[in-house]
């Protein structure tokens, strides 16, 4: 299996394969999701000082802050899918 990175800014990159969901933190539940990884230790805070747009839960119960959109980072990952499709037609 190829290892696929989606980038989710600022020259952060995550394993597009174990991404769960992508999600806005805006409801209670997600923002109890973030509270909860930062008291486990399990959050990733890639967004620089900026403000939280974006939050990327993976299979490995990491929970992972993002700048963007959560409609760029799964553009970026549908992107990415679409483009190894069209080459594995190629074979």
């Given at each position: 299996m190829e290892l696929r990175l989606i980038n989710i800014g600022f020259g952060n990159f995550v394993s597009?394969?174990?991404v769960i969901a992508i999600v806005s933190p805006e409801s209670a539940p997600i923002k109890r999701?973030?509270?909860e990884a930062r008291e486990s230790g399990t959050l990733v805070?890639?967004?620089y000082g900026r403000r939280t747009r974006a939050v990327i839960i993976t299979d490995t119960s990491n929970v992972i802050l993002s700048a963007i959109q959560p409609?760029?980072?799964a553009h970026r990952f549908l992107s990415k899918e679409v483009s190894?499709?069209?080459n594995?037609?190629?074979d």
């Open positions: 597009a394969h174990r999701i973030i509270q805070d890639a967004t409609e760029t980072v190894e499709s069209g594995q037609d190629a």
